[in-house]
């Protein structure tokens, strides 16, 4: 059996005992008893049974993640981001025990590969909420205070008996977290008058600003960072 099938049969049953039994019953013992293979090919494949267990979150995030990459951005920003805080909530419920061993019992500092990616497709959908001039706090904040917001949500629906999850309440919270990093769209029919309360809006401009920053040509490097720490500091106060 090649290593790439060998470590594929032992993710397989893995996963399977994850999605059964829970995150206990996948010991090294076990998973090697289930996927007919020897203690040390697992160790030499895997590191240990918590490099295993992040291959097993890894690869479960796949799906989850080519969803996410596949969100069409749309002529508003801020709707894909709840687009996005959406599927991330229908994942946790979709998948309980994987979602349970990606977020329920943090690292800090050891996040699996999956997860990051996860993060990083977050901050885009922030990123492009900042360009259109709607964010009123920073990115980075915006984007931790999301993931907070919806990481902890999922957790409590998931603990949550299925007949009584309250899905209104998860909209609720979705909404909230929305109110207070964004800022609301100016109506269709009123450009001018949204441009005159965009710019007189400094903080928000401060961080449009600072979003395309990195798409400025004009700019030496070190007028950029220039640029950059003068913004913080409007934008932080």
Known sequence: MASSSKRDTILDAAADLLAREGRDAVSTRAVCKAAGVQAPILYRL??????????????????????????????????????????????????????????????????PEGAKQAAEILAGLVHRVALAGRLRVPEERAARVVHAAGRG??????????????????????????????????????????????????????????AALGDLKVLSPSESLLLGDWLDRIIEG
């Open 46 to 111: 895997f590191g240990d049974k918590q490099g295993l267990l992040d291959a097993v979150a890894s690869r479960g995030l796949t799906s989850y993640i080519a969803e996410k990459r596949r969100i069409t951005p749309s002529g508003d920003p801020v709707d894909d981001l709840r687009r996005g805080w959406d599927a991330h909530i229908g994942f946790g419920l979709a998948e309980p025990a994987l979602y349970s061993l990606i977020y329920g019992s943090p690292r800090p500092g050891a996040e």
């Open 153 to 210: 949500t999922t957790l409590a629906l998931i603990a949550t008996p299925e007949a009584d999850r309250d899905m209104e309440a998860a909209r609720i919270v979705r909404e909230a977290v929305i109110h207070a990093i964004t800022e609301p769209a100016p109506a269709p029919d009123s450009a001018r008058a949204g441009s005159a309360r965009a710019g007189g809006d400094v903080v928000a401009g401060a961080i449009t600003l600072k």
